[in-house]
Structure formats: structure tokens, C-alpha cells
């Protein structure tokens, strides 16, 4: 058992370093490093990543393809130098976007075209 962030993990003997990752309310993704998935998060989106490496840069990377396709991330890879047989925290900051399909067609039957800007009422950004 493994104590850290205010989480309980179960896992296997700890004796590297390890991550305590955060992916906030996205259960079940995938989380790893060197090319290889070694975890997922759970119904909080957190996750405990054994064996990296101390005093190295591990870059500990998401599964994209298991996040919804509204999440929007700065990075799904993120790089960290832990300590000795310690834990270092990772938090992926994702939020929720919102995305949407249209077809714009004037009065006369014509589309928009390509590259046209629209504008959301109510909303404080400009979309193209």
C-alpha cells in the first residue's frame, strides 16, 4: 500500500521513484512512460505510476485516445526528475472544451465559405 496526496493505492512493492499523476475527473486513463501504458486513473482521476526513474527525466504521458473528445490539454506529456525513492506529484491541467460541427447556409441556399468567422451570442471570445 502506498499513502501519498491523500490517496490510498494498492500496489506491488515500491522501491523507485513514483508519481502520484492527476487528470481531475477523467476516470480510466491511460498514464505511462517509455512507450509503454503501466496504470490508469481512477473515479477521481488519479493514478499511482511506479517505476521511474531517480534523478532522470521521465516524460510520463497520457492515452489520448481515452480522454473524451471535449477534453482539451495543453500536453499529454509532461516531463518530471524525482527524487530517490520518492514521490513527485503530476498534474495534467484538461479542461472541458466544447466543440461543435455546423453548416452555415445563407438566405439564398449558398454555404459560407471557407474560412468565414461566426460569432456566438452571449460569448465573450470570437470563433472561426
Same mark, same amino acid.
Do not use: H, N
Given at each position: 500500500m502506498v499513502a501519498a496526496d491523500g490517496q490510498v493505492f494498492a500496489t506491488r512493492r515500491v522501491q523507485d521513484s513514483f508519481a502520484i499523476v492527476e487528470v481531475a475527473g477523467y476516470a480510466n486513463v491511460g498514464v505511462g512512460f517509455q512507450g509503454s501504458t503501466l496504470t490508469r486513473t481512477n473515479a477521481e482521476g488519479i493514478a499511482l505510476l511506479p517505476r521511474l526513474l531517480p534523478f532522470q527525466r521521465n516524460s510520463v504521458r497520457l492515452d489520448p485516445t $481515452? +480522454?473524451? /473528445?471535449n477534453a482539451e490539454l495543453d500536453s499529454i506529456e +509532461? $516531463? =518530471?526528475?524525482p527524487p530517490l525513492r520518492s514521490a513527485v506529484k /503530476? =498534474?495534467?491541467p484538461v479542461?472541458? *472544451?466544447r466543440g461543435a460541427l455546423i453548416r452555415i447556409v445563407f438566405d439564398d441556399g449558398e454555404p459560407a465559405p %471557407? *474560412? %468565414? $468567422?461566426i460569432e456566438l451570442v452571449g460569448d465573450k471570445k470570437n470563433s472561426s
Open positions: $481515452e +480522454l473524451p /473528445i +509532461l $516531463e =518530471t526528475v /503530476i =498534474t495534467f479542461r472541458s *472544451g %471557407a *474560412g %468565414a $468567422e
